[in-house]
């Protein structure tokens, strides 16, 4: 399996614009968990899915912040207007729990998002 | 509000010598704490976990300790080699709840 992919890896955008990051999940996997890393507050969860079904939101920081999970291969992050603040390496994870097989996330590369 | 706390934002060790890394926590609710390995531009990767039933879990040159009263655990590298030069994630999770949260990550050098 080529793992959980992430795109674009790196996005530059001036303050305003609206940013859309994607990930496409391991195939299979029942959730889905979109990250923040930041050097101030390490990795934080912003929202996850199961089987598509967002499940909790309460870590995304403003409603600027949206997330979409259309089907089992795809999901998206948009930040809209984007701000420097925003500034951070988005991560999206997926995880297999409905088999038993793992207890743990796999992780994507990331995608570095600069806002100027 | 750090509900995982990994309060070393670096430590450099020699190679052959041994590596800790702290993580401290503070709800009592937590039942499950894992370790994440993360180089960089790429994602962490899962490297070790235990239950709170447990206080020492061990994997080749990586162990865990969980001291319950404390919140405290740990993390054991033995003996260092350069290549697990990396930013260590502790994370906490609630059984059955699939919500992790983690701390701000430990970056470790390991000096050949």
């Known amino acids: 399996d080529a793992g959980v992919i992430q795109s674009p890896r790196h996005e530059v955008t001036e303050m305003g614009q609206e940013v859309t990051l994607r990930c496409k999940p391991i195939s299979g996997h029942d959730y889905l968990f979109w990250y923040r890393q930041t050097m101030m507050r390490g990795l934080e969860l912003l929202i996850y899915f199961n089987n598509n079904v967002p499940i909790d939101d309460s870590g995304m920081p403003e409603d600027r912040f949206s997330a979409k999970m259309p089907n089992a291969s795809f999901s998206t992050l948009k930040i809209q207007p984007s701000e420097p603040r925003d500034s951070a390496v988005y991560f999206c994870?997926?995880?297999?729990?409905?088999?038993?097989?793992?207890?743990?996330?796999?992780f994507g590369p990331g995608t570095r998002l600069t806002v100027l | 509000d750090q509900q995982v706390k990994q309060n070393s934002p670096s430590l450099s060790v020699q190679e052959g010598r041994i590596s800790i890394l702290n993580c401290d926590y503070t709800n009592s609710m937590f039942d499950y704490f894992l370790w994440y390995k993360k180089y960089p531009a790429e994602g962490p990767t899962f490297l070790i976990s235990?239950?709170?039933?447990?206080d020492k879990n061990e994997d080749g040159r990586f162990t865990v300790f969980l001291n319950k009263s404390a919140k405290h655990l740990s993390l054991h590298i033995v003996p260092s080699q350069p290549g697990d030069s990396a930013v260590y994630f502790c994370a906490a999770t609630m059984g059955g709840y699939q919500k992790v949260t983690f701390g701000i990550g430990t970056k470790l050098q390991v000096i050949p």
């Open positions: 235990i239950s709170s039933i447990k």
């Open positions: 994870a997926s995880r297999d729990v409905a088999s038993g097989s793992s207890d743990t996330q796999y």
